[in-house]
């Protein structure tokens, strides 16, 4: 039976509405790729399941703008500043990401808030009659990834006031993750792409590009961050060509460059032949200039489309956007001898380290620290770690509570192959402790760098920040 979107609360308003904990739980209960509970590596959930169960749900995809983002490198800062610039301009917005640092309603924000836990629970017990009616239908590849976006889709549906634009963060790829249920869509952003899940997305980063590229859509925009793989523009540019999309390449649309930084953050110039503008965003190394102007340049094609979107809304809206988790200082104050500061930064690609290196030295004046290391099972030690490396004086190896977490001690064997200097190396088996071991360790004005997985920077929020951690998750007002 086929629901439409306003007919669900209606239907299902009788319904035993679960708590938090029961919706977590429930949603857990299905195959999860990020916490590896099913068996082969690989996506567990293809665009057919999708589909057909959002059909099932009256397809509360259908009805609204919709900005699609993917890429390596950025989509999480990317989509939290285009998200802030459209608040900001007056037009109500859901934004869907992924992963999490701390709790899933983080991936679901309204207005860019997450949504309420009792919200969350109540969205999945609406739904979950229309879970298992699929499920006996025959669709057996329903996964914990699946329902969330649909959970995402069936809450955006129903807010009120009316969503007027949902931003979509990919999780895995683009031509055939989940989110790709769009036939039309306003924007399609691709970021800048880097080698990663090479045994799903392909061994180059052409191959990469083409998959994330399979998010342009016909008649759409496709927005293109800067890219330093050549064959990365080449297959984002035949894309789009296929489907007639248009093309901005931000690179040779824009003239970017860093006029001024701090600990504060940063200031850069945009220049076109239609102007320049100067904008400000708090979140530092060049990396998120690359963001930063991405965004501005996607909210620029949208008022080329007519929508009321200025270069003020632009500026107020990046000057706003805080990530956390992305060189985020948590403890700590730089120049002053009365402690180590601590810096998190969830770096797990070479790519990202190596933006997390030069960031460390042109903005704290890092010569040698300590880093505090975790990561994802999937992920290329050796490729992360030669970039920290030349700044490492100890190295704390460690996991998070993730199942899919690498053994720091295998980390550690990796570490101490690649290591060019004395640095001393010690293996923890959990982030609290691998952070208490850090600081006894430090000099007094030294900097702790925790980094690699965004579930080890999760923790170490909690740990330092404790009760503020969540708080800072939801855009600045």
Request: proline residues 4%; glycine residues 8%.
């Amino acid at each position: 039976m086929r629901f439409q979107a306003h007919e669900i609360e209606d239907r299902l308003f009788a319904a035993n509405l679960m708590n938090f904990q029961e919706a977590i739980d429930y949603i857990q209960s299905f195959p999860d790729m990020e916490r590896a509970t099913f068996g082969a590596r690989g996506p567990t959930m293809g665009l057919p399941s999708m589909l057909s169960l959002l059909e099932r749900m009256g397809n509360p995809h259908i009805g609204r703008n919709t900005i699609h983002v993917a890429g390596s490198k950025g989509k999480g800062s990317t989509t939290a500043m285009i998200t802030r610039i459209l608040e900001e301009a007056g037009l109500k917005t859901s934004t869907f990401t992924s992963p999490h640092f701390h709790d899933y309603r983080e991936r679901i924000a309204i207005g860019g808030i997450p949504v309420s836990e009792e919200l969350f629970a109540k969205g999945v017990a609406q739904l979950k009659p229309i879970f298992e009616a699929e499920k006996a239908a025959g669709n057996g590849s329903l996964a914990t990834f699946g329902l969330l976006t649909a959970l995402f889709f069936h809450l955006t549906a129903n807010a009120q006031p009316k969503v007027e634009w949902q931003i979509v963060e990919v999780g895995l790829g683009g031509r055939y993750d989940v989110t790709n249920v769009f036939s039309s869509k306003e924007l399609a952003i691709i970021t800048p792409i880097s080698l990663e899940h090479v045994e799903v997305l392909g061994s180059t980063q052409t191959e990469i590009a083409a998959n994330k590229a399979g998010i342009i859509v016909p008649k759409c925009t496709a927005i293109m961050a800067l890219q330093k793989d050549s064959g990365a523009k080449t297959a984002i540019g035949r894309r789009c060509r296929e489907v007639q999309a248009n093309f901005v390449d931000v690179a040779k649309a824009y003239k970017t460059r860093i006029t001024n930084f701090d600990l504060n953050g940063q200031t850069f110039l945009m220049e076109s032949p239609n102007g320049s503008h100067e904008f400000f965003t708090p979140l530092l190394g060049s990396h998120q200039v690359t963001n930063a102007s991405t965004a501005a340049a996607a909210a620029f094609a949208l008022a080329e489309q007519g929508h009321p979107i200025t270069a003020e809304h632009i500026a107020k809206g990046l000057k706003k956007t805080i990530v956390p988790g992305r060189f985020e200082i948590l403890s700590g104050e730089p120049g002053k001898d009365d402690g180590p500061v601590i810096v998190a930064d969830s770096a797990h690609n070479h790519e990202s380290a190596q933006a997390l290196a030069l960031t460390l030295k042109s903005v704290l004046g890092v010569e040698s620290c300590i880093f505090v290391l975790g990561l994802s099972a999937d992920k290329n030690v050796s490729a992360v770690w030669k970039e920290l490396n030349p700044l490492c004086r100890l190295c704390v190896t460690t996991k998070s509570k993730n199942p899919r977490s690498f053994d720091p001690s295998e980390i550690a064997d990796v570490v101490s192959t690649l290591q060019s200097n004395e640095a001393k190396i010690i293996v923890s088996d959990s982030v609290t402790d691998g952070i208490d071991q850090a600081k006894k360790l430090a000099r007094n004005g030294e900097v702790i760098c925790i980094t690699g997985s965004i579930y080890v920077v999760g923790e170490a929020r909690e740990y330092l920040l404790k009760e503020k951690a969540k708080e800072s998750l939801q855009l600045q007002r």
